[in-house]
């Protein structure tokens, strides 16, 4: 992997790790480091500088982890090669979740890099409670995994139809300018006319070409020709159709819709407003469970009841995918809330004017306005898996009953439904800017990529001279901490008038310790007055270094006024402290009063 990189030109100082086992990669650097003079540990503090690490899934089979005994057989000769023994060597991605010690790649890739995100606002949530065991010391909030969220690359899922639209009505160069919401103010220039024969033809579009790959798919199966003959007409271009395609993961629940037949074929079967649905996707080949659900859906396309209302093509792929998103009329995710990372399928689709219909997870958590689609179920998370399934499926057949399919065909007296347009226009206005591809390599690049890459030559200088001090220094600090001892007086809690202040005083007492080694906080949490409840966001102010007093404590000083009245709490944290720290959290260590 390194040898490849570097044939390609990727400099090993600058390398965005997403996926567990790419940490290998910053491994094999910090073994050509060790080579070089340094130890294990300075030659860490180089790599972690100017490496991100991007977890990918909260779901345990997206991160790998092996046993012991594994790691000793491919491994023994190589952690010597770091100077470490082997407990120093395992303990780099040790987990252990109650069935006995593992070698975790997710653990070692946070290990070894001193950014780490996740692909979604929730999913960073999620990150932050699955890993907190990391950093043992420090509350979920705090834990160092931030979040940006997946967006996708707009000129390759626009439809040429839509694409044509845009150009015309909103901006020849819109794909340069994908990002800046106010371009998008300009859809309403779109006649509604234009945007709905735009739309049919895409739908059209999408109907031959499953009628092809369901013809071809049963003569590869054996059916005769005139067997096949069927497939011509299958599926109905005036009919509301619904699109469902992605990995046939169980987590991803795609026969969610089929929890209640009974009730989604009176759904689909409707001759006054005809429903139906195309299901396509793969499961991995060792997924048997997977495998299971694209045969349930696929022995169902097959049924009496169902026949030409859910179809199934077979062999999904980029091609089927463009036709599916630009296409159907609405896109379907029925994810296990919070499993779904991110996804994006659904974000192609609202870029090309189709409105979600989805469980509130990955970005439809955030990218849901209440008017560009709908929310399935409610924003929280079940005990039990049978309630959470069936609450959800009534919530989805809900939903299709009373909101969907009526605004669907809903039509004016010129034969379009204007609501829906509203609703394919707002998924395109409000989507479009903030799940492009653009947004996020903007964002990585100016939170992330850009600073890494400064600590990384400051890292790099003078034979790495700020990477062997940083890892003295940490070593220095974490021998320190458990004898760090913190009081604190002036510190007051109950019910404060607003503009009320008062004086808070801190001593800090360790040895070896220095008064730049660490930052004193004072940080206040509570519920602020009025009868919603509302919640105050913690507030943290700094305490200022006053003296050394006689007995060789630091004393910290702070005239407190929060700015807002009501019931608050108040508490002061030390923590380490250092200006080549990625974050005042890396080292997952704090020291409460």
């Known amino acids: 992997g390194v040898r490849a990189l570097r044939a390609l030109g990727i400099s090993p100082s600058a390398w965005h790790l997403n996926e567990g086992h790419a940490a290998f990669l910053n491994l094999e650097r910090c073994r050509e480091l060790v080579a070089s003079g340094l130890n294990f540990y ?29 790691v000793d057989t491919y491994f023994w000769s190589y952690r010597a090669q770091l100077g470490l023994t082997r ?45 907190q065991f990391l950093w043992l010391s420090l509350d979920v909030d705090e834990v160092p995994i931030d979040s940006i969220t997946n967006g996708i690359h707009s000129p390759s899922w626009v439809a040429p139809e839509i694409d044509a639209l845009y150009k015309r009505f909103v901006d ?27 739309h049919r033809r895409r739908k059209e579009l999408l109907i031959d070409y499953a009628r092809q ?10 059916a005769s020709p005139g067997q096949s003959d069927e497939f011509e007409h299958i599926l109905n271009p005036d009919a509301l159709t619904i699109g469902f395609a992605r990995r046939f993961a169980t987590y991803k629940r795609a026969t969610l819709l089929l929890r209640d037949l009974a009730r989604l074929g009176r759904i689909l079967n409707d001759p006054e407003r005809p429903v139906q649905i195309i299901f396509a996707g793969k499961a991995h080949p060792a997924d048997q469970p997977g495998q299971a659900l694209v045969e349930q859906v696929n022995h169902l396309s097959q049924s009496d009841e169902f026949r030409g209302k859910i179809v199934f093509l077979e062999n999904y792929d980029i091609e089927m995918a463009r036709y599916l998103v630009s296409g159907a009329d609405l896109w379907l995710n029925t994810p296990i809330r919070p499993y779904e990372a991110s996804g994006t399928s659904g974000q192609k689709a609202a870029l090309n004017g189709l409105p979600n219909c989805s469980i509130l997870d990955g970005w439809w958590a955030e990218g849901y306005n209440g008017k560009n689609g709908w929310a399935i179920g409610e924003e929280r998370e079940y005990d039990n898996d049978d309630e959470r399934d069936e609450a959800d499926s009534q919530s989805l057949y809900a939903l299709l009953e009373r909101q969907i399919i009526s605004t669907y065909y809903d039509r004016g007296s010129d034969g379009i439904s204007h609501g829906w347009i509203a609703l394919m226009k707002e998924a395109i206005r409000s989507c479009a800017p903030a799940f492009s591809m653009r947004r996020m390599v903007k964002e990585y690049t100016t939170r992330f990529y850009v600073p890494e890459i400064r600590r990384g030559i400051c890292m790099e200088q003078n034979h790495y001279q700020q990477a062997r001090e940083l890892a003295t220094w940490e070593d220095r600090i974490r021998r320190i901490w458990p004898g760090l001892g913190l009081y604190v007086s002036g510190l007051r809690d109950g019910h404060f008038d607003l503009g009320a202040g008062f004086d808070v005083h801190a001593w ?11 930052s004193v906080d004072v940080v206040y949490d509570g519920l602020a007055d009025g009868t919603d409840g509302h919640r105050v966001p913690p507030h943290t102010f700094p305490m200022a270094y006053t003296k050394r007093e006689q007995d060789g404590a630091y004393r910290y000083d702070l005239h407190f006024q929060p700015a807002e009245g009501g019931t608050l709490a108040y508490g002061v944290r030390v923590l380490p402290n250092h200006v080549d720290l990625p974050n005042v959290y890396d080292l997952g260590l704090i020291r409460w009063a």
């Open 87 to 131: 407990e120093q060597f395992m303990e780099l991605a040790h987990e252990d979740h109650g069935s006995g010690s593992s070698y975790g790649m997710t653990v070692l890739a946070l290990r070894l890099t001193g950014l780490h995100n996740g692909v979604s606002k929730l999913h960073g949530e999620v990150a932050r409670k699955m890993w």
């Open 42 to 70: 300075e030659a860490r503090e180089a790599v972690e500088a100017n490496s991100l690490f991007t977890t990918h899934t909260p779901v345990p089979a997206g991160n790998d982890t092996f046993g012991y005994d594994l």
């Open 172 to 198: 020849m160069r819109w794909k340069e300018h994908v990002d800046e919401p106010e371009l998008w103010k300009h859809l309403d220039a779109i006649p509604d006319e234009e945007l709905w024969q735009m």
């Open 508 to 518: 800090v007492r360790a040895d070896n310790l220095h008064p730049e080694d660490i």
């Open 213 to 222: 790959r369901l013809k071809h798919q049963h003569l590869r199966q054996g």
